[in-house]
């Protein structure tokens, strides 16, 4: 059993800047992968960025690329999304989601076994 908590959300302006961090605990494997995926109301749940827990790969979606960064402190289990530049459009409720096995699709979430509860964020124009 694996256990997601999200953090560092929030409310910002268009052009400024937020860190997501997803604290892991649990049965971990070295071929996990870790994603981060978000939801706007009333659109489906989009992938946003992933990375394997051993050689660190990284994975983005066309939308954030440039501006979002994912990383990983394997010391601290704990996975985090840089946000830079962020616009209204990136408001969304975002998850951490972790995959025991590398997936398929590192950006499809049928792929991830477990995930936390979420934590909004909201960018204003």
């Known amino acids: 059993q694996v256990s997601l908590v999200e953090s560092g959300g929030g409310s910002v302006q268009a052009g400024g800047s937020l860190r997501l961090s997803c604290a892991v605990s649990?049965?971990?494997?070295?071929?996990?992968?870790m994603g981060w995926f978000r939801q706007a109301p009333g659109k489906v749940r989009e992938g946003v960025a992933s990375i394997s827990a051993f050689a660190g790969h990284t994975y983005y979606g066309d939308s954030v690329k440039g501006r979002f960064t994912i990383s990983q402190d394997n010391s601290k289990k704990t996975v985090y999304l840089q946000m830079n530049s962020l616009k209204p459009e990136d408001t969304a409720m975002y998850y951490c989601a972790y995959a025991r096995f590398r997936p398929g699709a590192p950006l499809g979430q049928y792929n991830y076994n477990y995930w936390g509860q979420g934590t909004q964020v909201t960018v204003s124009s």
């Open positions: 649990g049965d971990t494997y070295s071929t996990a992968y």
